[in-house]
């Protein structure tokens, strides 16, 4: 009985911490679209330091949701594969979204595409808070 339980919750780790790093990549997108909208509005450029640390932080992010999804997938991850998603995301993620998801690859685009689109919603709505709260 221990063993099962045991067996169940390790497999549910790897898929909650999926959700997490899903919803820790959106919130990095709001406070990257806040500190952007912040400046912009002040016609100053954002400090490269907070430039860096949000592509260092992105970039650790999406690899992770990488790694443990592969994990859960039981998508074998090769040294390319590794590389492109730390230096080239932006085709490497729909690649492996693609190549992981025999059977139901419409589906995982669709859901790419979604969260793509909820990503850019999240951009949108920092600068817009940044312009609210920084306007009075």
Same mark, same amino acid.
């Given at each position: 009985m221990l063993g099962n339980t045991?067996?169940?919750?390790?497999?549910?780790?790897?898929?909650?911490?999926?959700?997490?790093?899903l919803t820790a990549i959106a919130a990095l997108c709001?406070?990257?679209?806040?500190?952007?909208g912040y400046f912009e509005f002040r016609h100053q450029h954002e400090p490269r330091w907070?430039?860096?640390l949000?592509?260092?932080?992105?970039?650790a992010l999406i690899y992770a949701w990488y790694y443990?999804?592969?994990e859960v997938r039981g998508f074998h991850r090769t040294k390319w594969l590794n590389i492109a998603v730390v230096g080239l995301a932006v085709? &490497? #993620?729909? /690649?492996?979204v693609f190549?992981?998801?025999k059977g139901?690859?419409?589906? &995982? #685009?669709? /859901?790419?595409?979604?969260?793509?689109?909820?990503i850019s919603v999240c951009i949108a709505i920092g600068e817009y808070l940044a312009k609210q709260w920084t306007s009075f």
């Open positions: 045991l067996n169940h919750s390790q497999t549910k780790m790897p898929a909650l911490r999926i959700v997490v790093l709001v406070a990257q679209g806040y500190v952007e907070w430039w860096h949000y592509v260092i932080v992105a970039t443990y999804d592969s085709v &490497a #993620i729909p /690649y492996y190549q992981s998801n139901h690859r419409r589906k &995982a #685009i669709l /859901y790419l595409s979604g969260y793509v689109f909820l």
